[in-house]
């Protein structure tokens, strides 16, 4: 491991006034000569802002390996004839998987310690009034979000199985080297970690989003708003974790009804419906379907939804995304081209035969197979999460602006690592809301909105339909309370348009029908979102954890060990042998050495 100090990494990121848009590589191997020194940092307001702006740099960092563990340990994306025997192995969860580039510990380590580093001289700055308490909460919390999501990835995915976990730390140390090498560190299980993460979450002092300008200037064109991560988000899906599940319910809400004036009311974070007839780019709100009285011509769909991967910052693409870090194509590159493309890249990776099956195993309302989110030929914009060159077939979501070229790439170089918008946000609510005894505002944002499922208030009246102020609302107390009621003009009251009138659904929004909820509905549900999760958030980096926290949840190995035994299946691999493995919890775990 690298030997560096915070500082340099703080001041030279300053200096050169750009933050996650460079290679923090280049910033810790920065010659000591070409920085300030430590006694001449942590001073001003604009040092603890370089600060922050290095922490993101280095953060940007984690972007493939993000992708890597959580993807292709789990059974949505396999290996190319081009993978390396070790990327096989972390694939095939066989030993020598820890000798594979993407399976080092250590970059989490080194960003943890910086975390840790700007927290205590943030609470220096403090001490010594460099800083107002507005200033230092807001900057303190958002370092310690940080800090947390780097935990819980590495809790997810390494273990010092004679330890029993991964070592927490929460003070700076001279070299990440001392980490590993210490005797005395608290190593943590990850269920304790969960539970000590959620202590320091909900102990921050402000959980919501930067209102400082200074930290709101546009870089390199790039809206700075979204590359800070939501601690509210953060927190919903600890809870998931922890079991709160009303408390995950109550974060995730709170996301939903940020919007309070305008469109913002009806579409920000709400998944909105199209009410346009030809599904334009600008109109859609990222829904996919067909042309108005062409529903039966497959050469009349538009799959508008995949232009939320290529969009940069219109309206459509402010109501979806909620964390997105950027590279600019000239002081930092698409790291996921190695990773995924044919021309730029090495392609390493594909979508796996299980995640294909997935998709052309959708029927849509109209009767035609296939899911826009997959690869749906013969449409406008064919190619959702994945396309085929020749019989290859390639994950699109996070090479997708330089793929479409100079419309959507300026440098052919630059991309997106997208982490949270509203369609994972709207699965989430939805796990915490059929755990906690909400199975019906579960299904109904799952599949075709608040308004669809809520026709009136009271079920078993008839006549209630006519009365306004009993229709298409969920008449709960929050976080489950939904109005989606629109009325017309004879209507009383006349031309109401609420919250939730737009709402979708996460199916509907992609032409595909309702599920069909048969048995336990708490345990159907749950089976249904998961999968719903494979097709909506495939390559986004959250199916390991997904499969993770559902196996622990029910105590069902199973849960895990069946998905990855499928996808090596359906590549003629040796699922079998590897099913058998991850029936053991503690092989589902990298060693951290």
Not at 363 to 372: L, M, S, T, V, Y
Not at 533 to 541: Q, R, W
Not at 570 to 587: F, I, S
């Amino acid at each position: 491991m690298k030997r560096f100090k915070f500082y340099i990494i703080a001041v030279v990121t300053f200096l050169l006034g750009g933050w996650g848009l460079f290679s923090c590589t280049d910033v810790l191997e920065a010659d000591a000569k070409d920085v300030l020194l430590a006694d001449g940092a942590w001073q001003t307001i604009d040092d603890a802002d370089a600060a922050i702006r290095g922490v993101y740099g280095q953060l940007s960092n984690l972007a493939p390996q993000y992708i890597v563990l959580n993807e292709l340990r789990a059974d949505l994306l396999d290996v190319t004839e081009n993978a390396s025997p070790e990327l096989r192995a972390l694939s095939m969860h066989e030993d020598g998987a820890e000798n594979c580039e993407y399976a080092d510990p250590s970059p989490f380590f080194e960003l943890i310690n910086n975390c840790n580093d700007v927290i205590k001289n943030f609470g220096i700055m403090y001490d010594e009034h460099l800083l107002s308490r507005e200033e230092y909460y807001m900057r303190y919390s958002d370092v310690v979000a940080v800090r947390s999501w780097t935990y819980l990835q590495l809790s997810m995915h390494f273990s010092d199985q004679g330890k029993g976990g991964v070592p927490y730390i929460t003070e700076p140390i001279v070299s990440v080297d001392d980490i590993l090498d210490s005797e005395d560190l608290n190593y943590l299980s990850l269920e304790t970690m969960i539970d000590t993460l959620v202590n320091a979450m909900e102990s921050i002092p402000y959980k919501g989003l930067y209102t400082d300008e200074n930290l709101l200037l546009p870089v390199s064109g790039y809206d700075t708003k979204y590359m800070y991560i939501d601690k509210e988000y953060l927190l919903g899906e600890l809870h998931l974790w922890d079991g709160n599940y009303n408390a995950a319910a109550v974060y995730f809400k709170t996301i939903m009804e940020r919007g309070l004036s305008g469109n913002d009311l009806f579409d920000l974070y709400k998944l909105p419906y199209d009410a346009s007839a030809t599904l334009g780019v600008t109109s859609s709100r990222y829904n996919s379907g067909y042309v108005r009285y062409y529903e039966n011509d497959r050469m009349s769909a538009k799959n508008m939804w995949t232009y939320m991967f290529m969009d940069v910052q219109s309206t459509n693409y402010s109501n979806e995304w909620i964390w997105v870090l950027y590279f600019d194509g000239t002081s930092s590159s698409n790291p996921f081209l190695k990773l995924f493309s044919i021309d730029e890249g090495d392609y390493l990776l594909k979508p796996s035969q299980s995640a294909i099956d997935n998709w052309n195993g959708q029927i849509q309302r109209n009767g035609f197979q296939g899911d826009f989110r997959g690869y749906f030929p013969n449409s406008y914009a064919a190619s959702g999460s994945y396309t085929m060159e020749g019989d290859q077939p390639v994950a699109l979501k996070q090479i997708m602006n330089s793929y479409y070229g100079a419309t959507y790439s300026t440098t052919g170089q630059d991309g997106q690592w997208q982490l949270w918008r509203a369609g994972g946000l709207h699965l989430r609510y939805c796990e915490a809301a059929n755990r906690d005894g909400q199975s019906k505002v579960a299904y109904a944002l799952m599949n075709n909105g608040i308004g669809a499922n809520y026709p009136s208030k009271y079920p078993e009246a008839t006549n209630n339909y006519t009365d306004s102020t009993l229709r298409m609302q969920t008449g709960l107390a929050f976080p489950y309370d939904f109005d989606a009621r629109m009325t017309g003009v004879s209507d009383n009251p006349p031309m109401l348009r609420q919250p939730w009138f737009r709402n979708n659904g996460v199916r509907n929004r992609v032409y595909l029908p309702n599920r069909e909820v048969i048995g336990d509905s708490l345990l159907v549900i749950e089976d249904q979102l998961l999968d719903e999760s494979a097709l909506e958030l495939a390559f986004e980096g959250e199916r390991w954890g997904d499969l993770m926290r559902i196996a622990l949840r029910r105590g069902d190995n199973s849960i895990l060990a069946d998905k990855i035994a499928e996808k090596l299946n359906r590549a003629n691999q040796d699922g079998e042998a590897v099913r058998a493995r991850l029936m053991d919890k503690k092989n589902w775990f990298l060693p951290l050495q």
